[in-house]
């Protein structure tokens, strides 16, 4: 049973970069695409994008110019880094993975806070 | 990028039959997810690919998917099934997945 954890810091100043990382245990990243998504206080879901084992990635356009995905496959971790920050990318942020070839999400991390505020 | 739209909120009584759509230009050309989300919680698929129900997903879930609405039905609601719903697509032309706003479903 594959298991997902987020980290980083739960606290990062406007105009600075948020950077989390996502652990995978139980599994391989080969074979994946490894995605992230995040939901605002009070509001819906949001695919940032995702990035495949082989360093391929896609985001949302909206957020595109801000976004970098990588994996590390040493370590069986990937990464999102989103530069620079307002007080509207303040979210509960999700990694998650899919299958290749599929287009859902079966494994999800618990989810890690992010206030952006000076 | 492919909208998808969701009513905000739903409410039935128990024993009653939910139903949750999802709306968006040809949908029942796409391959539709849903998922159900507690506060606080990461999101917990319940039906993949329009009307698969993945193990361990109660028979009382099911779901549909034609023309420009995908829907997602509850028999027999229960209390516990108050959450959030999230329906998801993957928008083939730009390789992007989207998710709709979401509905809240209250059970009376």
């Known amino acids: 049973q594959v298991q997902l954890q987020e980290s980083g810091p739960g606290l990062v100043r406007p105009s600075e970069t948020l950077s989390l990382t996502c652990t995978v245990s139980?599994?391989?990243?080969?074979?994946?695409?490894w995605s992230w998504i995040r939901q605002p206080p009070g509001k819906g879901l949001e695919w940032i994008g995702d990035?495949?084992?082989?360093?391929?990635?896609k985001s949302t356009p909206s957020l595109k110019s801000r976004v970098t995905m990588s994996v590390d496959m040493s370590v069986n971790q990937f990464s999102l880094k989103l530069s620079p920050v307002t007080a509207a990318d303040t979210a509960l942020y999700f990694c998650?993975?899919?299958?290749?070839?599929?287009?859902?999400?079966?494994?999800w991390g618990q989810g890690t806070l992010v206030i952006v505020s000076a | 990028s492919f909208v998808v739209t969701q009513t905000p909120s739903v409410s039935v009584a128990p024993g009653d039959t939910a139903t949750i759509t999802c709306g968006g230009n040809?949908?029942?050309?796409?391959?539709v997810h849903w998922y159900q989300q507690e506060p606080g919680q990461a999101p917990v698929l319940v039906i993949y690919?329009?009307?698969g129900r993945p193990s361990g997903i109660p028979e009382r879930f099911s779901g549909s998917n034609s023309g420009n609405t995908a829907t997602l039905t509850i028999n027999r609601v229960e209390a516990g099934d108050e959450a959030d719903y999230y329906c998801?697509?993957?928008?083939?032309?730009?390789?992007?997945?989207?998710f709709g706003g979401g509905t809240k479903l209250t059970v009376l």
């Open positions: 998650a993975r899919r299958s290749g070839g599929e287009s859902y999400y079966r494994d």
């Open positions: 139980g599994g391989s990243l080969r074979s994946y695409y």
């Open positions: 990035v495949h084992y082989t360093g391929s990635a």
């Open positions: 040809n949908i029942g050309s796409k391959n």
């Open positions: 690919y329009d009307s």
């Open positions: 998801q697509v993957w928008d083939s032309s730009t390789d992007l997945g989207v």
